[in-house]
């Protein structure tokens, strides 16, 4: 269950991450008075005992640092054009109704050429299974991935249920079919 000062979250939901407490914001802009607390239970696997859990690097920070649970005296080298998946040591439930993104930190890929080849990755309400990450060495050298390296961020949003819709036509936009660069570049 999350709260916000006692207001459940299936009551006053006013985008991503922040409530409201007159209502839907509906995209409009709004008066945030809250910020969303969503608490997710997480299960150390053997492997990544000692390490932290995963955290805000700053107080504004959206997304938490994912630590590799790699064995202290076996690191695991990336070559160059490969992926390796990164372990992280535990297991969580992520809330229903919610997902968890993991991103790829921008430092090491401005430094290193380390990325996420599925950008972001999405871990489902329904996983229970160890937390991993595949990283990718876009770079020119070898990448050693060390015990307690930041490796990733995580970010835990909600996700709305879509129902669709059969129409034989769209509302028209200034936009219309135009894609894959036609705004510019």
Request: hydrophobic letters at 40%.
């Amino acid at each position: 269950m999350v709260t916000v000062q006692g207001i459940r979250r299936t009551e006053l939901p006013c985008g991503t991450r922040a409530w409201c407490r007159r209502g839907y914001a509906g995209g409009m802009k709004m008066n945030v008075t809250e910020q969303a607390v969503v608490e997710v239970s997480m299960r150390w696997l053997e492997h990544g005992r000692g390490l932290p859990v995963p955290s805000y690097g700053t107080e504004h920070a959206a997304g938490m640092d994912l630590h590799a649970a790699v064995g202290a005296e076996t690191p695991v080298t990336i070559e160059p054009g490969r992926i390796a998946l990164i372990p992280c040591g535990f297991a969580m439930a992520v809330p229903v109704g919610y997902e968890a993104q993991v991103r790829p930190r921008s430092g090491l890929g401005l430094k290193f050429g380390i990325s996420m080849p599925n950008a972001p990755g999405t871990i489902d309400a329904d996983y229970r299974g160890e937390v991993g990450v595949p990283l990718i060495n876009h770079g020119g050298k070898a990448f050693v991935v060390e015990r307690g390296m930041r490796i990733a961020q995580m970010v835990v949003t909600p996700v709305p249920r879509v129902v669709w819709e059969v129409v034989e036509v769209l509302e028209e936009t200034g936009r219309g079919g135009g894609g894959f660069g036609s705004t510019g570049v």
